[in-house]
């Protein structure tokens, strides 16, 4: 029988999407659940929302709090963090390459990279150069990504994550939804999500 | 030895203080954690960044997240819910009340009341006729607590919490502060906050 499925919605700008990146895969096992990677864009959902900013820029209080509750989870999940030097960065191309590796597989270990790139090397996301060798040490080729990258039928289906993100509610990231559509939002709600597609594991509309 | 004490900080219209109030006393207690109360109102910050309703009113898919999340918490917790047909609600007569009570020793029996009041009775917890079972349930003489809630005194000391918490850097309800002043936000941060005042459990600045 198949493994039910979480979906994972992630944005490579989002501080609590690396920890998600970093461990959904090894708790989705442990749970017996598959994960299904779905990289988005909030920039588009956060400017309907009136902001051209991460709120966490936005806010001052709420992003101070953020950036201490991020090294707080890094520390106790045993994950490496450096303090990026530019907040947010710019995720559009890691995130059109990482739909370029959705077929072939490579996406996971690339989100991951990417992720460290940016959350503990304080590497910049946005250029090619910093993009290319994560391809390679993921699986893929990174000529072919990039140019897969700069394709309408790539671009295409960003735009359609984001739309579909829009539509199933979500506002923010990491989010997950279950099989059942359920919704659950933030890194610290990985858990619960698990816990919810072992009970719900069908889709509700098949 | 004085138990180490967890600052809980809520404000009567947010609605993930409400499992936070009926829960932080007996998670203390079973950490070995004394409560210190903090009733304030998050209406003069939310205010300064730019909100005049509540966040969830404003952004309406965080909105209606929030109150399947609610529901979520409060069935895991057996927690009595309804949703609000009104939300938020003016909390501003019952934060005064509960800071009357605070010498006297009712807040906490108080302030469980109130909640359930707004988010398992559906009631309006801006209403003195509302408001006035509670008090002498939980153990305070009404007619006092009232003509407590209008003085100077006790209006400037509600004051005085709303501006301690800016200070602390809270921007959301409900949060918790260890001594050595750690903030922690969201009713789902009690546990994680109970564990910090267990290793931390003095004032860095005595």
Chains 1, 2 share one sequence.
């Not at 700069?150 to 735009?159: N, Q, T």
Request: aromatic content about 14%.
């Amino acid at each position: 029988m198949a493994k039910p499925t979480l979906e994972f919605w992630y944005e490579f700008a989002s501080t609590y999407s690396y920890p998600a990146a970093m461990l959904v895969e090894q708790r989705a096992a442990e749970a017996g659940v598959e994960v299904v990677w779905r990289p988005f864009l909030l920039g588009p959902i956060f400017g309907e929302q009136g902001w051209n900013d991460s709120p966490f820029n936005i806010y001052a209080a709420k992003g101070r709090y953020m950036w201490r509750d991020l090294e707080r989870i890094c520390a106790a999940e045993g994950i490496a963090y450096v303090r990026p030097s530019v907040f947010p960065r710019n995720g559009l191309l890691a995130a059109r390459l990482a739909v370029a590796g959705l077929d072939e597989g490579w996406t996971p270990a690339f989100t991951r990279l990417v992720y460290q790139a940016n959350f503990a090397r304080d590497q910049d996301i946005a250029d090619r150069d910093v993009l290319k060798p994560l391809v390679t040490a993921a699986g893929g080729n990174a000529e072919a990504a990039f140019e897969q990258a700069a394709s309408d039928g790539v671009k295409a289906r960003l735009r359609d994550h984001v739309d579909l993100a829009r539509s199933r509610g979500i506002f923010g990231a990491p989010s997950f939804i279950a099989p059942d559509g359920e919704l659950f939002w933030g890194h610290d709600r990985l858990q619960q999500a698990l816990d919810w597609v072992i009970k719900h594991p069908t889709r509700e509309f098949a």
